[in-house]
Each structure stands twice: as structure tokens, then as C-alpha cells.
């Protein structure tokens, strides 16, 4: 069973910084893609960033800049830093664990989700 907990969304105003954290457990393959989805009200979840076993990241284009994405590898840990926060970023946030086994057998994993509102 794979366990995923986050935590660090709030409330921010526009310009502001937010730090996202998600702690992996469970049965976990050694290759691996954790990342961020979001969802804003009345929209389809999207792609916020991800990073691999092998440390490769992809950011959505909203993201790229303003966003980090980071692990802690040993700890099965990752962090979104936020930074420039617009309106427009607000959402859930979604972590996101795809596991990679043989034969490319692929598992998707999901966190409970954790607010961000950015606000004035």
C-alpha cells in the first residue's frame, strides 16, 4: 500500500512564496515519477511539475521560472517551492507518484490534496 501525505498550502498574497511538501511510503519502485497536479475550481487537474528517480523534471509552462521542484531522495520526499504566486495559481494541489516496474508496468498514486489560494 502506497501512502502519500502533504502538506504546506495556505493562504498567500499574490507575490508571495509557498513551499509544497509530499512523503512517500509504501512499496515503492526504484524507478519512479512524483510530481504536483493541480486542480482550480470549475477546471480539468493539470500538470504542475514532476521529477524522476533519476532526478529529471518537467514543468508546466505556467511553472517554469517561478516554480522548483526538488527531492529528497533517501526520504522518498518532494518539494514544490513556489515563488511569484499569481491569482491564477490557486487550486488544489495534488501529489502524484507513478510507479515504474517491469515490462513498463505503470501504477498511479494520489495524495488528499492541499489548498493554495493566493489571495490579497
Known amino acids: 500500500q502506497v501512502q502519500l501525505v502533504e502538506s504546506g498550502g495556505g493562504l498567500v498574497p499574490p507575490g508571495g512564496s509557498l513551499r509544497l511538501s509530499c512523503a512517500a511510503s509504501?512499496?515503492?519502485?526504484?524507478?519512479?515519477?512524483m510530481g504536483w497536479y493541480r486542480q482550480a475550481p470549475g477546471k480539468q487537474r493539470e500538470l504542475v511539475a514532476t521529477?524522476?528517480?533519476?532526478?529529471?523534471?518537467r514543468y508546466a509552462d505556467s511553472a517554469e521560472g517561478r516554480f522548483t521542484i526538488s527531492r529528497d531522495k533517501t526520504k522518498l520526499t518532494v518539494f514544490l517551492q513556489m515563488n511569484s504566486l499569481k491569482p491564477e495559481d490557486t487550486g488544489v494541489y495534488y501529489c502524484?507518484?507513478?510507479?515504474?516496474?517491469?515490462?513498463?508496468?505503470?501504477?498511479?498514486?494520489w495524495g488528499q490534496g492541499t489548498q493554495v489560494t493566493v489571495s490579497s
Open positions: 521529477i524522476s528517480s533519476g532526478g529529471r523534471t
Open positions: 509504501g512499496s515503492i519502485s526504484s524507478a519512479y515519477i
Open positions: 502524484n507518484l507513478e510507479t515504474i516496474m517491469v515490462a513498463d508496468i505503470r501504477n498511479t498514486f
